[in-house]
């Protein structure tokens, strides 16, 4: 884990501040290393087998406490205990449950195991010391020495939570303090008690010292005192600690600190409220029922901390979608509870972050918490995308880094964002590929469309001119003799010459009409109407088009009319070209049965791939009053 | 007769120069563009010039364009347009200011000395030239068709002289029959297909060659 760290420098913010190049990577002088990794986070979730094995072991350990529970409450219930006690009875017997249960439920956390422990020891502390009141022989001493010591492991435990560690020097000094002053404070006031000065029962050991109500009395206030200024002690570290948690922290654990100021205020209110009877009893109530609230309210936490989780499945099921750099930060931010989360991203032309809006990104600065997104984070993707791949490194994140003891909602919330980041970027590679292809298709075709003219205009200027003149001589020769022989080889070879300037202007028209290029579409296609067998409305708006736009359109144009003649049993056919919007609009209409297909047959289809090879689109429909219509868009930009 | 010649290929004009030549007509210039030979026309008229229709700078209608400003600035000078294909636009085009000593000819023609000498005398005579060519595709296209139909061979025959260009008097040495006859036919033939304008000489080959380019729907859109 660690020598992953080490060997795998990974950020360097901004090409000025790191100077480094990734794949040189030799001659960083201010070279940043990452404070996390992935692996550091992923060896703290339990795999399948953990995990059952996790759950197994809370239930029996719940079913034990159950039973014990169950066991020890059973006679103590039995036992004759004044009215006004009995309520004052079940709710303590509850919250020690509850601080039990609340336990066994987290245990399954991950690395909760020591604060759990923590918790049940509470627990039990709290339980033994409500009931032992009614038992007989040494049990209530003991539930009087035990009962304080509640306090002490529940301190303790909600200190740990949710930080698996007594994290500051202070509340270590406050666990020493609350340690000598609650465990031995209370111990040494009960050898000052003698149990006949309550109802309790004669058969009730008591390890009486000195048997003086006054000085037990003081010695009391003094105690009461002590565990007054210690709950303060209490608070004020809770209160540090809440200012010390991030965004996530805060919320999950807003109604724990809520229910540990309740119980702490009810131990403080006992330091400085009178001794009456009376008072006794609604403090010890109030404290009770704080207590009660306070398991509850860990409970709350476990499941708060559980729902933070469900935040990276809203981020999952976002995937779907086509995502944005900004939307993912926005998503990360609100599954996080980070509104200084940053999102950079790498750029790998110029080898350097960059924030949301495309400017290289800043150095984080110190104490910021920097995750990498990469394709590392979900297990198998890593095959299709290794690291050296573009796509592969994509960025990373920049939190808060008290979101470090979050590590495994970190790890799915910058895993999901990782994949939606992929996929938006193999989205946006994917549109400037069709781009480009689309683009070169287009040059593709103009280049064929100008090749197209240039061999059109050697044929009829070049070539056609040569045979042309070798009529003309050809003619000077039949007229400069009268040898019947010379003759008719001469009239021979007109004849062939004829027949090859026809040839070759048949070749030239195929290659591109000469009129289209001279005088656009408008008599290209006269001519080309002009040799039809039927009658063909043609309706060209006046103007000249790209070449490109024009050759298309009028290759379109003949094929469409060609199919007319062929198939559609048409008697009138109509082509209308229209401009606007920089684009031409052309119209093959006919009379005739309809029923045109393009998906069957190539010459619709690959009409249709003339008109996209330049950026252009073509429908072919039946119309509802008979006939075919086909229909091209040509874009003229 | 005396004839100006214009070409951009040095091959087919030199050619064509030597074949006029040698059947006696007067080549008085051979122009490699339509400013060269309007140029010459300008100081010397001959009785007609011919010009190719593309030539340099653009190779696209230069030899139109030149054509009908001679028509206007050298009304009496006959024109015989050279195409290497068949554009009736073009003829069209080139009769629509008057048609009197205006001709269109395709290239491949005038290696038949008797067929290019009969179409300039024809021109210095202001009779018109449509090559055959062309008016045969515009009796063969199929929007006229049925009105075609409604004529006799005879009428057809002369519908097509009329479309070539020919007066009557041409029509009746080809047909050999009498100039009464040619006419009675052609005014058959307008009375036929229901063209208004009077069978004079002059205007009806545009009129002819509008009639069969135009089909049946634009005919009644016009009306």
Redesign the interface.
Known sequence: MMDRTEAKPITQFGRGLAGVNRRGGTTSTRQKRMPFNISMFAAHVPDGDGLRRAYLRSAVATAVVVAASVAVLFPSLQAPVQGEWLLQRVVDVAAGLLFIFAAALLIREPAQRMTAVLLALGGGCWLVGSISVSLPGPVPFVGALVLPLFWFFTAWALLRYPERKVATRSERVFLVVAGICVGGGHGLVSLFYDPSWTQWPQSVWWPTVVADRDLYVHLWIVVLIVDGMVALFYLTLVVLRLRRLGGVDHWVLAPMIASIFAAGMTVVMRAIAPLTEWWQQMQSMLTSLALLAMPAALLAAIVRRRLTHTAVADIVVELVRPHSEVSVTANLRTALRDPTLQVLFWVEQTQCYVDETGQPAADPGEGRMVVPIDGAWCAGVEELCPRDHPVGRIGVVVADPALARHQGLVNAAVGASGLALRNARLQAELRAQLDQVHASRRRIAEAGVAERRRIERDLHDGLQQRLLALTLTLAQVRASTDDPAVLKVVEMMRTEMHIALQELRDVAHGVLPAMLAQGGLQPALDDVVERLPLTVDLDVAPGRWPPWVETTAYFIACEGLANVVKHATAEHAGVRISSSDNELRLEVTDNGRGGADPSRGTGLAGLADRARAIGGDLTVKTRPAGGTLLQAVLPCE | MRVALADD?T??R???A??LR??GVDVICEARTATELIDWVDQDPPDVAILDI?MPPT???EGIAAAEQLQQTHPAVGILLLS??T???YALRLLDHGSAGMGYLL??R????GTLRAALERLTRRESVVDPDIVT??LT???RLHELNALTDREREVLRLMAEGRSNTGISEQLFLSVKTVEAHAATVFTKLGLHAAPRDNRRVLAVLSWL?S????DERAQ
């Open positions: 290929s091959l087919f030199r050619g064509l030597a074949l040698a059947s593309r190779f696209t209608e290497t294909y554009q009736t636009q290239k491949d005038v290696d038949d000395v595709r515009l296209r199929h929007n380019r089909s049946i729907d634009t």
